[in-house]
């Protein structure tokens, strides 16, 4: 337990401060009552040294990524707290372009909060994915469905919203429930080219 677990179990609740505010006031209208309103005013002013002393760190949601296609890593918090990080998403769209093409598009910022809940909730927080596709122009997909039944015409990679990724040392189809049960999008899983699609569109699976 660190200095900031230790402070928080301190912490008066804001509801519980207001009315030890109202009780110190109503005190203090008695002399006799003195000594009990100093104490009183250390309960309400003692959480503030603590919390005001050292804010509480921010969440911070890291991804570590490898592309297997173009080889490149990245590993970069994109979001505090609730705070996306704008160069960061612009780090991560530009990993996720269609290198076929050097195109890149702005990816939905959901998505890489689906891609950091599944790796915790699988317990591999600090887990490099790799990352099989990334943003796909039109070009691309027609080209790749061409060759592939796998490809959708109206995939979600062509709106910068969909993402193909396996998770070394962890079996595709326990990601893949435990993607279904976040409920967050698309899941598809191909179990002989051994990856998961992940999409922010509506609730399905494949
Ligand atoms: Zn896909």
Redesign the pocket.
Known sequence: MGLQEVARLFVIPSGLRFFLCLYYIDTMKHAKGAGMGCLLLAAILLPFSFVYGEPPAAREYRLRLFNTHTLERLNVVYRRDSVYDFEALAKLDLFLRDHRVGRVKHYAPQLFDLLTELVAKVGRPEAEIHVI?GYRTEGTNKQLRSRSS???KN???REAE???IRLPGVLTSRLRDIALALRRGGV?YYAISN?L???VGRVRRW
Do not use: E, Q, W
């Open positions: 596709c796998a490809v959708a995939s979600l990679h969909a993402i193909d598809g990856f699609h992940l999409d």
